[in-house]
């Protein structure tokens, strides 16, 4: 994919943890422990691939304490 063809992380619907990571300054290995919490709301497994939902994410970041 070339830059012109990128999309802008603050527009993309699904985040991988590295971009979540870098979106959010919280780290991977977080990220992970908090994916992997039943009933995650931000979470979507592709098979075996975790994404963030950005939306929901940004939802629990503003109503989230610590982590």
Not at 45 to 67: A, D, H, M, N, Q
Request: net charge positive; charged share 25%; glycine share 2%.
């Amino acid at each position: 994919m070339n830059a012109s063809n990128s999309v802008p992380i603050w527009e993309k619907v699904t985040l991988t943890i590295d971009e979540a990571a870098t979106y959010s300054n919280i780290g991977q290995q977080t990220l992970r422990r908090l994916t992997k919490q039943d009933h995650c709301p931000f979470v979507l497994w592709v098979g075996t691939k975790c994404l963030i939902k950005r939306e929901p994410f940004e939802e629990y970041l503003r109503r989230t304490f610590s982590v």
